[in-house]
């Protein structure tokens, strides 16, 4: 009896033994580490987008500059108006431009900036300078106060003999751009001498008239000229040489 009871004891302590066994290696077990990595290889994604392709931008026409001008000879006369006879403020050189500001009526003249000052507008013609950009957008710009554009003057004499008296007419004639009271006077030179007192003619519109002469001329044989001088509203002048002899 006391042998089964001990055989029974031995028997209870192997089988508890048995079902701990397995708790205190479980217990005693050290886990295993947890891996970061991924069991899978993946795409690391960007903090940043993708760069882009850049559009260019559109390429712009530049705006044409405004219209200039250079002389064709070595200079030019920048005039006060579009004709030869208004007064040259200035002079353009070979190598200088000058912006083109507008033209006159039919395009024979340009208004400019003076190269050489510019506060100062003038007028060049068309025919002494060559021209570039673009012109069709140039304004019409008016001629200042009307002034005598063209005089012309002449001398017949009517010969007899040297020593006696030769008898001398002139004539001559007046053209304005407009409406302008013109003063002038006859300027004789040469073995007789002679200036006449100014005198004044009216322009309602611009014309062409004749200069009232100063009447018949007398002198002996020799070489003269006579003048037709504009004194205002600007200073234009002809002149005509003449001989008194055989």
């Known amino acids: 009896m006391k042998n089964y009871r001990t055989i029974l004891l031995i028997g209870c302590v192997l089988l508890l033994m048995a079902c ?3 708790l205190v290696a479980q217990v005693g077990q050290t886990p295993a580490p947890t891996s970061n990595v991924p069991t899978s290889a993946s795409t690391p994604t960007s903090a940043f987008p993708a760069s882009s ?20 000879s ?5 005039r006060s108006g579009p004709d030869v006879a208004y007064a040259s403020l200035d002079t353009i050189n070979s190598g200088q431009t000058a912006v083109i500001a507008g ?4 395009s024979t003249w340009w208004y400019v900036h003076d190269p050489n000052n510019s506060s100062v507008f003038c007028w060049v013609s068309a025919s002494v300078s060559t021209v570039s950009g673009n012109l069709s957008n140039l304004p019409v710009i008016p001629a200042p106060t009307a002034i005598v554009t063209n005089v012309t003057v002449g001398a017949s004499v009517s010969f007899s003999m040297c020593g006696g008296p030769n008898p001398v ?13 013109v003063s002038f006077q006859w300027e004789i030179r040469g073995a007789k001498s002679n200036t006449t007192s100014p005198e004044t003619i009216t322009f309602k ?22 003048s037709l001088h504009v004194l205002s509203p600007n200073d234009i002048s002809a002149k005509q040489n003449f001989k008194i002899g055989p």
């Open 103 to 106: 033209k006159n009526e039919n």
């Open 169 to 181: 007419t002139f004539s001559g004639t007046i053209t304005t751009n407009g409406a302008a009271k």
């Open 53 to 72: 392709t850049l559009t260019p931008s559109p390429t712009l026409s530049p705006t044409p500059g405004a219209p200039q001008l250079t002389p064709k």
């Open 205 to 226: 519109t611009a014309e062409t008239k004749n200069a009232p002469n100063p009447g018949t001329y007398s002198a002996d044989c020799g070489n003269y000229s006579i």
């Open 74 to 78: 070595s200079v030019v006369n920048c």
């Open 20 to 22: 701990n066994f397995p």
